[in-house]
């Protein structure tokens, strides 16, 4: 059983109407009067709630010049930021890389002698007359 949960907060209503409950002063700030309420419960469709998407973090400056009024200022939250909008896609377009042949097969073009030191030189005839002392002959045991 799949359980729903919602999220309500209940609000303080502002009368909206300008001059009233709400105005924007000369520098574009909207400025609120918690001295004309509305929708205080007083019928059922003055609910005083909103949904928890519906609602905006904002708080309130006193205004010095006139007391009933409240600046409204929007807060950004810390370290949260608006990195646009990700669509994702099971089937991403990708490059595919094509490598070309790193392991080299040309045995003429490899060097199978150290320049960096000096070692005895045997001869190969000298190798194929001379007899080899295997480890592992019946002989041993």
Known sequence: MMQMVVFQMKCDWVDVISGRGCMKDEFGFTLVNYK???????QLIHEP??????AAQVYYVEDEMCRDWHVVVKTRPKDLFHMGDYT?????RFVQQTLGNI???????????????????IDNQELKT??????NSEEDF
């Open 88 to 92: 994702f896609c099971e089937s991403e």
């Open 49 to 54: 709630f909103i949904l928890a998407s519906q």
């Open 36 to 42: 004309r309420l509305i929708h205080c419960g007083d």
């Open 130 to 135: 001379n007899e080899v002392d295997e480890p």
């Open 103 to 121: 392991v080299e097969d040309d045995n003429e073009h490899m060097i199978w002698t150290r320049s960096d030191m000096e070692g005895p030189t």
